[in-house]
T-cell receptor, first 111, second 116 residues
Framework: RKEVEQDPGPFNVPEGATVAFNCTYSNSASQSFFWYRQDCRKEPKLLMS???SGNEDGRFTAQLNRASQYISLLIRDSKLSDSATYLC????????????FGKGTKLSVKP | DADVTQTPRNRITKTGKRIMLECSQT?????MYWYRQDPGLGLRLIYYSFDVKDINKGEISDGYSVSRQAQAKFSLSLESAIPNQTALYFC???????????????FGPGTRLTVL
């Protein structure tokens, strides 16, 4: 099983839609998770951190299911500016705690 | 001013040339990383450093070397560039783990390298 797996998409949705991305991780001991957003040819930027069962920030909700080892990101009322690639991030196993980045899910919000 | 800077931002070079990519940070973080990103392959870790005296290989270190000149500076070298090293390279920093406010990884703007 790959350490972090995401549906690559693309997800093409109209403005105002609700869209959800899922991500699975393999390290059952992981405690902290992240969603990053990456615009085309730009650096990844932190969108949300997830340390317990979930986190909500405005239109964005991240949830963690430890039993099933997956993380989800829900975007409500999609905006054109939400178009980007969303990277799921989980700690790698081992003492050094490096982060493993998923390959990303591409979202395109259309007018 | 950006907290993590990279130079150059774009570079075109020829096979066999030596190239150095530089990264500087003002966040005061001990941990620094070099990644490359290729379409469809995501971010792959090249090297990482937890302090000036601690350098570690990542998953794809062959063909690369690094130098941690100071806490704030971490450079990546390609001793003899080859075309399959054409990619987008990112430097990143990270604070101490285990604390939500410092656990985040911050990226520089990237260097687009083309090896002909």
């Amino acid at each position: 099983r790959k350490e972090v797996e995401q549906d690559p998409g693309p997800f093409n949705v109209p403005e105002g839609a609700t869209v959800a991305f899922n991500c699975t991780y393999s390290n059952s001991a992981s405690q902290s998770f992240f969603w990053y957003r990456q615009d085309c040819r730009k650096e990844p930027k932190l969108l949300m951190s997830v340390y317990s069962s979930g986190n909500e920030d405005g239109r964005f909700t991240a949830q963690l299911n430890r039993a099933s080892q997956y993380i989800s990101l829900l975007i409500r009322d999609s905006k054109l500016s939400d178009s980007a690639t969303y990277l799921c991030v989980a700690p790698q196993g081992g003492s050094q705690g490096n982060l493993i980045f998923g390959k990303g899910t591409k979202l395109s919000v259309k007018p | 001013d950006a907290d993590v800077t990279q130079t150059p931002r774009n570079r075109i070079t020829k096979t066999g040339k030596r190239i150095m990519l530089e990264c500087s940070q003002t966040k005061g973080h001990d941990r620094m990383y070099w990644y490359r990103q290729d379409p469809g392959l995501g971010l792959r870790l090249i090297y990482y450093s937890f302090d000036v005296k601690d350098i570690n290989k990542g998953e794809i270190s062959d063909g690369y070397s690094v130098s941690r000149q100071a806490q704030a500076k971490f450079s990546l070298s390609l001793e003899s560039a080859i075309p399959n090293q054409t990619a987008l390279y990112f430097c990143a920093t990270r604070g101490a783990t285990g604390t939500p406010s410092t656990d985040t990884q911050y990226f520089g703007p990237g260097t687009r390298l083309t090896v002909l």
